[in-house]
């Protein structure tokens, strides 16, 4: 069953293996209309995309990125959908986020490193040993290497709350995620929700922060999977979207763009929604 939409897809901008170029090529040919782009923490693959989506008369790119977000114990992730790269709040905050991908302790690395203080991320975890990295680690190296006599001055000179090699926490909490991409002027939409834990309580926190959708029509959701999503969304009135996650390194069983059961009505409804968003005067 082919859609005319689909919402989350992946090019070598995060994990996936198709060039933006490919998939938008792929997509298209595929007979999807409406496709998002959503890499992880990326927006880098929207610029080869539309590039590519000129080429394929009456297909319409939708920029957005699939935000990387925790609650206790379980990772959420955000899409944002109408998220323009052009916009260097949305650039500074992916950044930040990709950082914490990669560890908040290689991220003081990199900026120490990158003022010249060159201390090993290896030594650090040395140093660290069983442990988590953490700020204290990284003031040992400092002092093993001589930049600084004391660990307190490690932290007073660069590593401290306002040091200018301090690292913020690693990830966002879902609702900060929701009211980034809304104060940005985009749409969000949670991703594969079915096997997140308390729904009940989730949605509704982030259709209060601004939440405007939720994934229902989700690659190889059973549809008894989507069915009990679709009641989720419909209590919290939460459009339905959906996609492929296309990412095409899962091999031949791996749902290609556009072969997910979403009704057109989904599609119409965020058309409808899109048409309201702040951002339109940034599309090209
Ligand atoms: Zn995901
Ligand atoms: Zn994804």
């Known amino acids: ?26 997509a298209a040919g595929q007979g999807v209309v409406y496709h998002a782009l959503t890499d992880h923490d990326s927006t880098e693959g929207i610029v080869e995309a539309r590039r590519a989506a ?3 008369p009456g297909y319409t790119l939708i920029p957005g990125v699939e935000m990387g977000t ?42 120490l490193r990158e003022m010249h203080i060159m201390i090993e991320w290896e030594r650090v975890q040395q140093i660290a040993g069983e442990a988590s990295v953490g700020r204290p680690h990284i003031a040992q190296a400092l002092v093993e290497a001589g930049y600084v006599s004391k660990v307190a001055e490690a932290f007073d000179k660069w590593i401290g709350r ?3 090699a301090y690292v913020e926490r690693d990830k966002m909490t879902p ?19 079915a096997d997140l834990p ?15 959708a939720m994934e229902v029509y989700y690659k190889d959701y059973a549809p008894s ?5 679709k009641q989720h969304a419909d209590r ?27 009704p057109d009505s989904s599609i119409e409804r965020l058309l409808e929604l899109a048409a309201t968003l702040p951002n339109r005067q940034l599309a090209h």
């Open 175 to 193: 609702a900060e995620s929701v009211q980034f991409i809304v104060q940005r002027g985009g749409l969000a939409c949670i991703a594969h929700p």
């Open 70 to 111: 925790d609650i206790a114990g379980a990772e959420v992730h955000m899409l944002g959908l109408y998220l323009y790269p052009e916009d260097p709040e949305l650039q500074q905050a992916l950044a930040k986020l990709r950082e914490g991908r990669v560890g908040r302790g290689e991220g003081i690395v990199r900026k």
């Open 1 to 26: 069953m082919a859609s005319r939409g689909d919402f989350h897809t992946h090019s070598t901008a995060s994990d996936g293996v198709k060039t933006p170029t490919e998939l938008v090529d792929l």
């Open 236 to 262: 919290n009135e939460l459009l339905a979207l959906g996609g492929s996650d296309y990412h095409g390194i899962f091999g031949n069983d791996e749902k290609l763009p556009g072969n997910i059961p979403l």
């Open 198 to 212: 308390n729904l009940d309580a989730l949605l509704p926190e982030l259709k209060a922060a601004g939440m405007a």
């Open 225 to 229: 999977v989507v069915q009990m999503l």
């Open 54 to 56: 000129a080429r394929h």
């Open 162 to 164: 306002n040091g200018p």
